[in-house]
């Protein structure tokens, strides 16, 4: 296994929310020498600096400032969030029987199938009360604390037939008997190192157990939780890292809530970003305006790799295969952001690195989602390509891709990062 790939497979398992993975992104530019701002105060950019800045600890955007002149931007987006449940306030469900289930709702478009009969646990953050202040804590219960049972066949003769479940009703989660109503919080509260009285609210979600693996005959492939989009978030960041400097400035975004349409201040439809750019500008006398014609954006958020029980599902001619290197996507509707332009420079960075590349258009009667790209450029508008690493299992509980892939990301962007805005033109 390499190094980038053990690497991956840790941040995978340390990263059980947005929370821990913003986190740990942080912990990992701190080492590397990158300075905190903080929004609400002044901030003090020099030339040769390196810093960071964090919005509600889910959403992350660090730069670099050259130490010469500059131009413009070069950036990188991927998104900390997946699909999940998110614990509602009033916890606990009168359930018949001698049980106690978890109240829960769904967070994002998920394959709800993939969570049931496998052991769940609870990790986010809890805010208490410290002596008057309001104090953020991060949790993650590292047991195998929950788990959704699916109905026997003998009782549901449909199961292997189309079946839908209602997440009101076939998706929560047993915690254990009816004399256990109280644990969850109470084992959240000593996770977290406090009275559970102590707690004011939470942002507490499900996440699968199963640690992350390689597998197949020659360890081809890689599965976890969160492989979207935590596999290209965690390569994005190390091709930041690795990138020399250019003759612009490298700008590495983490989002968070891109499953549920990015609408919030820490999403990529917020004014962060922008907010963040603009404060860099006017501290070195730039125009942001002027910046943003000389700066590009990949937008990395994985994609669809073709399957092997449904080919079918992929348009023809165009069908990514995992371990076949970084996949651009196209649309003709602009659901993704890539044009010509974009493409080719991203193509350019890519034969620098020695990275091969594919493509990937949805089948023509079957729309595909959207991605961060068109969404950040609606805040501050960019010349803009959208890529992704290919997966199989999007949006379920345990996701696959291809071992190879993510160094191709690292190599690509480390080329990407270290490019200049004269070569936009």
Not at 314 to 334: E, F, L, T, W, Y
């Amino acid at each position: 296994m390499d190094s980038f790939t053990k690497k991956l497979l840790s941040f995978l398992d340390g990263s059980p929310s947005s929370y821990h993975a913003v986190e740990n992104v942080k912990n990992i530019l701190e080492e590397a020498g990158y300075t905190r701002l903080l929004e609400g105060e002044k901030w003090a950019i020099q030339p040769g600096g390196k810093y960071f800045v964090m919005r509600n600890q889910s959403a992350l955007l660090a730069f670099r400032v050259p130490a010469g002149s500059f131009s413009g931007f070069m950036l990188s987006a991927s998104h900390s969030d997946r699909p999940t449940f998110r614990i509602k306030e009033r916890t606990k469900l009168d359930t018949p029987g001698d049980y106690t289930r978890i109240a829960v709702e769904r967070y994002g478009g998920m394959l709800m199938s993939t969570w049931l009969d496998r052991p769940l646990s609870v990790a986010g953050r809890v805010l208490i009360n410290a002596d008057g202040r309001v104090e953020s804590r991060l949790v993650a219960l590292s047991k195998d604390l929950l788990l959704i049972p699916n109905v026997a066949i003998h009782m549901n003769r449909s199961a292997n037939d189309n079946m839908s479940y209602n997440p009101a009703v076939d998706l929560l989660p047993i915690l254990g008997g009816a004399d256990c109503k109280d644990d969850l919080m109470e084992q959240v509260a000593e996770s977290a190192g406090v009275q559970k009285e102590d707690i004011l609210s939470a942002d507490l979600y499900l996440y699968n157990r199963q640690k992350a693996t390689v597998w197949g005959s020659r360890e081809e492939y890689v599965s976890a939780q969160g492989l979207d989009d935590l596999q290209c978030a965690f390569a994005t960041l190390e091709g930041f890292l690795q990138a020399e400097e250019g003759q612009s400035a490298p700008v590495y975004c983490l989002f968070d809530n891109e499953e549920v349409g990015s609408c919030t201040r820490q999403g990529a439809d917020s004014a962060f970003l922008k907010d963040t750019l603009s404060r860099v500008c006017e501290a070195l006398g730039m125009d942001l305006r002027q910046a943003m014609a000389q700066s590009m954006l990949v937008s990395a958020d994985n994609a669809h790799a073709q399957h092997p029980n449904h080919p079918e599902y992929a348009d023809v001619g165009n069908r990514p295969q995992m371990n076949g290197g970084i996949v651009i996507k196209h649309s003709a509707n602009q659901r993704y952001a890539t044009d010509g332009l974009s493409e080719a420079v991203f193509r350019m960075a890519c034969q620098k690195a020695d990275v091969p590349v594919q493509d990937f258009y949805n089948r023509a009667d079957l729309p595909g989602g959207s991605t961060l790209g068109n969404i950040s450029i609606s805040q501050l508008a960019v010349s803009t390509v959208d890529i992704g690493l290919p997966q199989l299992a999007m949006h379920s509980s345990y996701e696959t891709a291809g071992v190879k892939d993510g160094g191709y990301l690292v190599r690509a962007m480390a080329a990407f990062f270290a490019m200049s805005c004269q070569e936009l033109a």
